[in-house]
């Protein structure tokens, strides 16, 4: 190792360094013709040189998919709930009953339509429940249904009465 020394004793001058050498100078002191091509550059520059913005993009896209296939599912999922179903042509007095309890219940604000909707509460005139679970459901709530203890097991019996009358698969509407 030779170091210089300056004319003061005390000062030690290190040796100097090689410069470093970018990509684009790398380039240029490369034997062979001196114009380069486009790709060589760019080969080079993306061999030496990081892409900054590159990777976020990817990540972006990646995102922007995913919430667009979230928001497709939904929809998909919840398409059969929103319809609403087509009204009975008539009711039986017992589903009148249950229809008039229904609204007046305030059943409507979540189950729209009288039930054949979805809203926030699902379509109930399509509902698998069956009877004892609907009652159970109505007396303690679920979820975010509110419990409607004040009704009588008559008049829940009354609105399920309604709920399967409104179903456009039962044949019976009683």
Same mark, same amino acid.
């Given at each position: ?16 360094? !090689? !410069? ?12 062979? !013709? ?36 979230? /928001? ?9 709930? /929103? ?19 229904? %609204? ?58 309604? %709920? ?11």
């Amino acid at each position: 190792m030779s170091q210089e020394f300056s004319e003061k004793p005390s000062e030690i001058i290190p040796p100097a360094s !090689p !410069p470093k050498v970018g990509a684009r100078e790398e380039l240029a002191l490369k034997p062979g !013709p001196t114009e380069s091509s486009e790709e060589e550059t760019e080969e080079l520059i993306s061999e030496g040189e990081p892409r900054s913005g590159s990777n976020f993009m990817l990540l972006g896209f990646g995102f922007v998919a995913i919430l667009i296939l979230a /928001v497709v599912a939904m929809l998909v999922i919840t398409s059969g709930d /929103v319809a609403e179903t087509p009204a009975p042509a008539s009711l039986s007095q017992t589903a009148a009953e249950g229809k008039t309890l229904f %609204i007046n219940s305030n059943c409507n604000s979540c189950h729209p339509a009288e039930g054949r909707a979805g809203g926030t509460g699902p379509r109930l005139s399509t509902t698998g429940l069956g009877d004892a679970n609907i009652t159970s459901t109505i007396k303690r709530g679920k979820g975010a249904m509110p419990a409607y203890s004040r009704l009588s097991d008559d008049q829940i019996g009354k609105i399920i009465t309604y %709920i399967r009358a409104i179903n456009p698969n039962n044949p019976k509407t009683s």
